[in-house]
């Protein structure tokens, strides 16, 4: 099933696109079956009751939902999407890091809901996974073993079923296979309007960021979703710090971030 969005003289207002935008938010929060959640530090796994304050603020590990963002990155992520369409800033959107799809479904939402087709959605990840700490290379990662976690390991062909649910698997989503040491630095793509890292680690965030920040267009936005965790935080310190960036930090939640591109 294809998502359709009918157009006449008024049925593509900002009101019809919100309410679809609002619905879509909801499902794929899971706010609607209020799925239970994972609790990853108990071994062997928990899973314990659906709870609305910590699905609101992206603190549990869903057992259905197809993110882990919470309803604030959500949102905030729906509000930039819209704000550099609506600012005509070009480029396309990419998300490296992506679990089950959620936050790319919302983006390829947010193109279908204002019939833009001249668009793509890159939707990056190793599908197998987090890479082990190389700490030789990059020290901050060093006792980070997310990789045991298998429970972020969501198959290729699992995230295009979610896609295909939602109506809104089609040419104008790119899936990138692999690790991103492998995969971004070579990836013939750009210029990118938005850049969404969800990478956790200090290598997959200075590599997302070395990679492709160069191909963000001035006024674009780079969202962070990890700034809780200390690798994240230190390779965009770093990152910032030898580019001179200046642009201001604005945070969304306990760990989301984002600047626009001076």
Known sequence: MKIRMMTTANDSTP??????????????????YQDPAINPGARPMVVEPFNPKTRAIGKDW???????VGRARLENLRKLSQQVLDDGIVGDFIETGVW???????????????????????????FAGLPAPN???????????????????????????????????DEQVVFVEGMFSD???????????????DGDLYESTI?????????????????????ALDPCRRAVIDFRDQ????APMQEVDWTGSWWRKE
Not at 107 to 120: E, F, H, S, T, Y
Not at 213 to 224: E, N, T
Not at 243 to 246: L, P
């Open 100 to 126: 089950r799809g959620g936050c790319c479904i919302l983006m390829r939402g947010v193109l279908a809901a204002n019939q833009i087709r001249d668009r793509k959605v890159y939707v990056a990840d190793s």
């Open 135 to 169: 700490a030789e290379l990059y020290p901050w990662d060093t006792g980070w073993n997310l990789h045991v976690f298998r429970e972020l390991a969501v198959p290729l062909e699992t995230v295009k079923d979610n896609f295909s649910r939602y109506g809104l698997l």
């Open 62 to 68: 869903p057992t259905q939902a197809h993110t882990m």
């Open 207 to 227: 590599v997302a960021l070395n990679s492709l920040y160069p191909k963000l267009s001035r006024g674009g936005v780079v969202i962070i979703d990890d700034r």
């Open 183 to 197: 995969t971004l630095p070579s990836l013939s793509a750009g210029p990118f309007a938005l850049l969404r890292l």
């Open 15 to 32: 009101a019809a696109r919100e309410l679809y935008l609002d619905l879509l938010v909801r499902i794929l929060l899971n706010t609607i």
């Open 243 to 246: 580019h001179g960036i200046t």
